[in-house]
């Protein structure tokens, strides 16, 4: 009597194992047209990666998203903040402006 073992969940994982390492890239168009006239095209780029590899290859925009990161969150706060302070300062500046011209 012979014991079936099956390898096929190792297999996933080890395609899976190199895809996130290795990363795929996948890219295709659609396009759009009406009587030899392109209306719409859609371009469709998709990046399968581990976060490690897609920060070693320059892609990290999540990281700078004020949505998906806190920290992103924060420096975009402080930017509206400095902001905020250099208009109040104009606005000051030009009241006085005023003040002094009426």
């Known amino acids: 009597m012979e014991i079936e ?3 096929q969940s190792s ?3 080890d395609v899976l194992e190199k895809v ?5 890239v996948i890219a295709g168009d659609i396009k759009i047209g009406l009587a030899d006239v392109e209306l719409l ?3 469709i ?4 990666a581990s976060v490690d590899k897609a920060k070693e290859i320059g892609m990290d925009w999540w990281e700078n ?10 420096q975009n706060n402080k930017m509206l903040e400095e902001e905020n302070k250099k208009l109040n ?6 009241e006085e402006k005023m003040n002094f011209n009426v």
């Open 11 to 13: 297999t996933i994982v």
């Open 20 to 24: 996130l390492d290795k990363g795929v």
């Open 89 to 94: 300062d104009r606005i000051q500046q030009l």
């Open 5 to 7: 073992r099956s390898t």
């Open 41 to 43: 095209t859609i371009k």
């Open 65 to 74: 998203d004020p949505y998906l990161s806190s920290k992103a969150m924060s």
């Open 45 to 48: 780029r998709l990046l399968v």
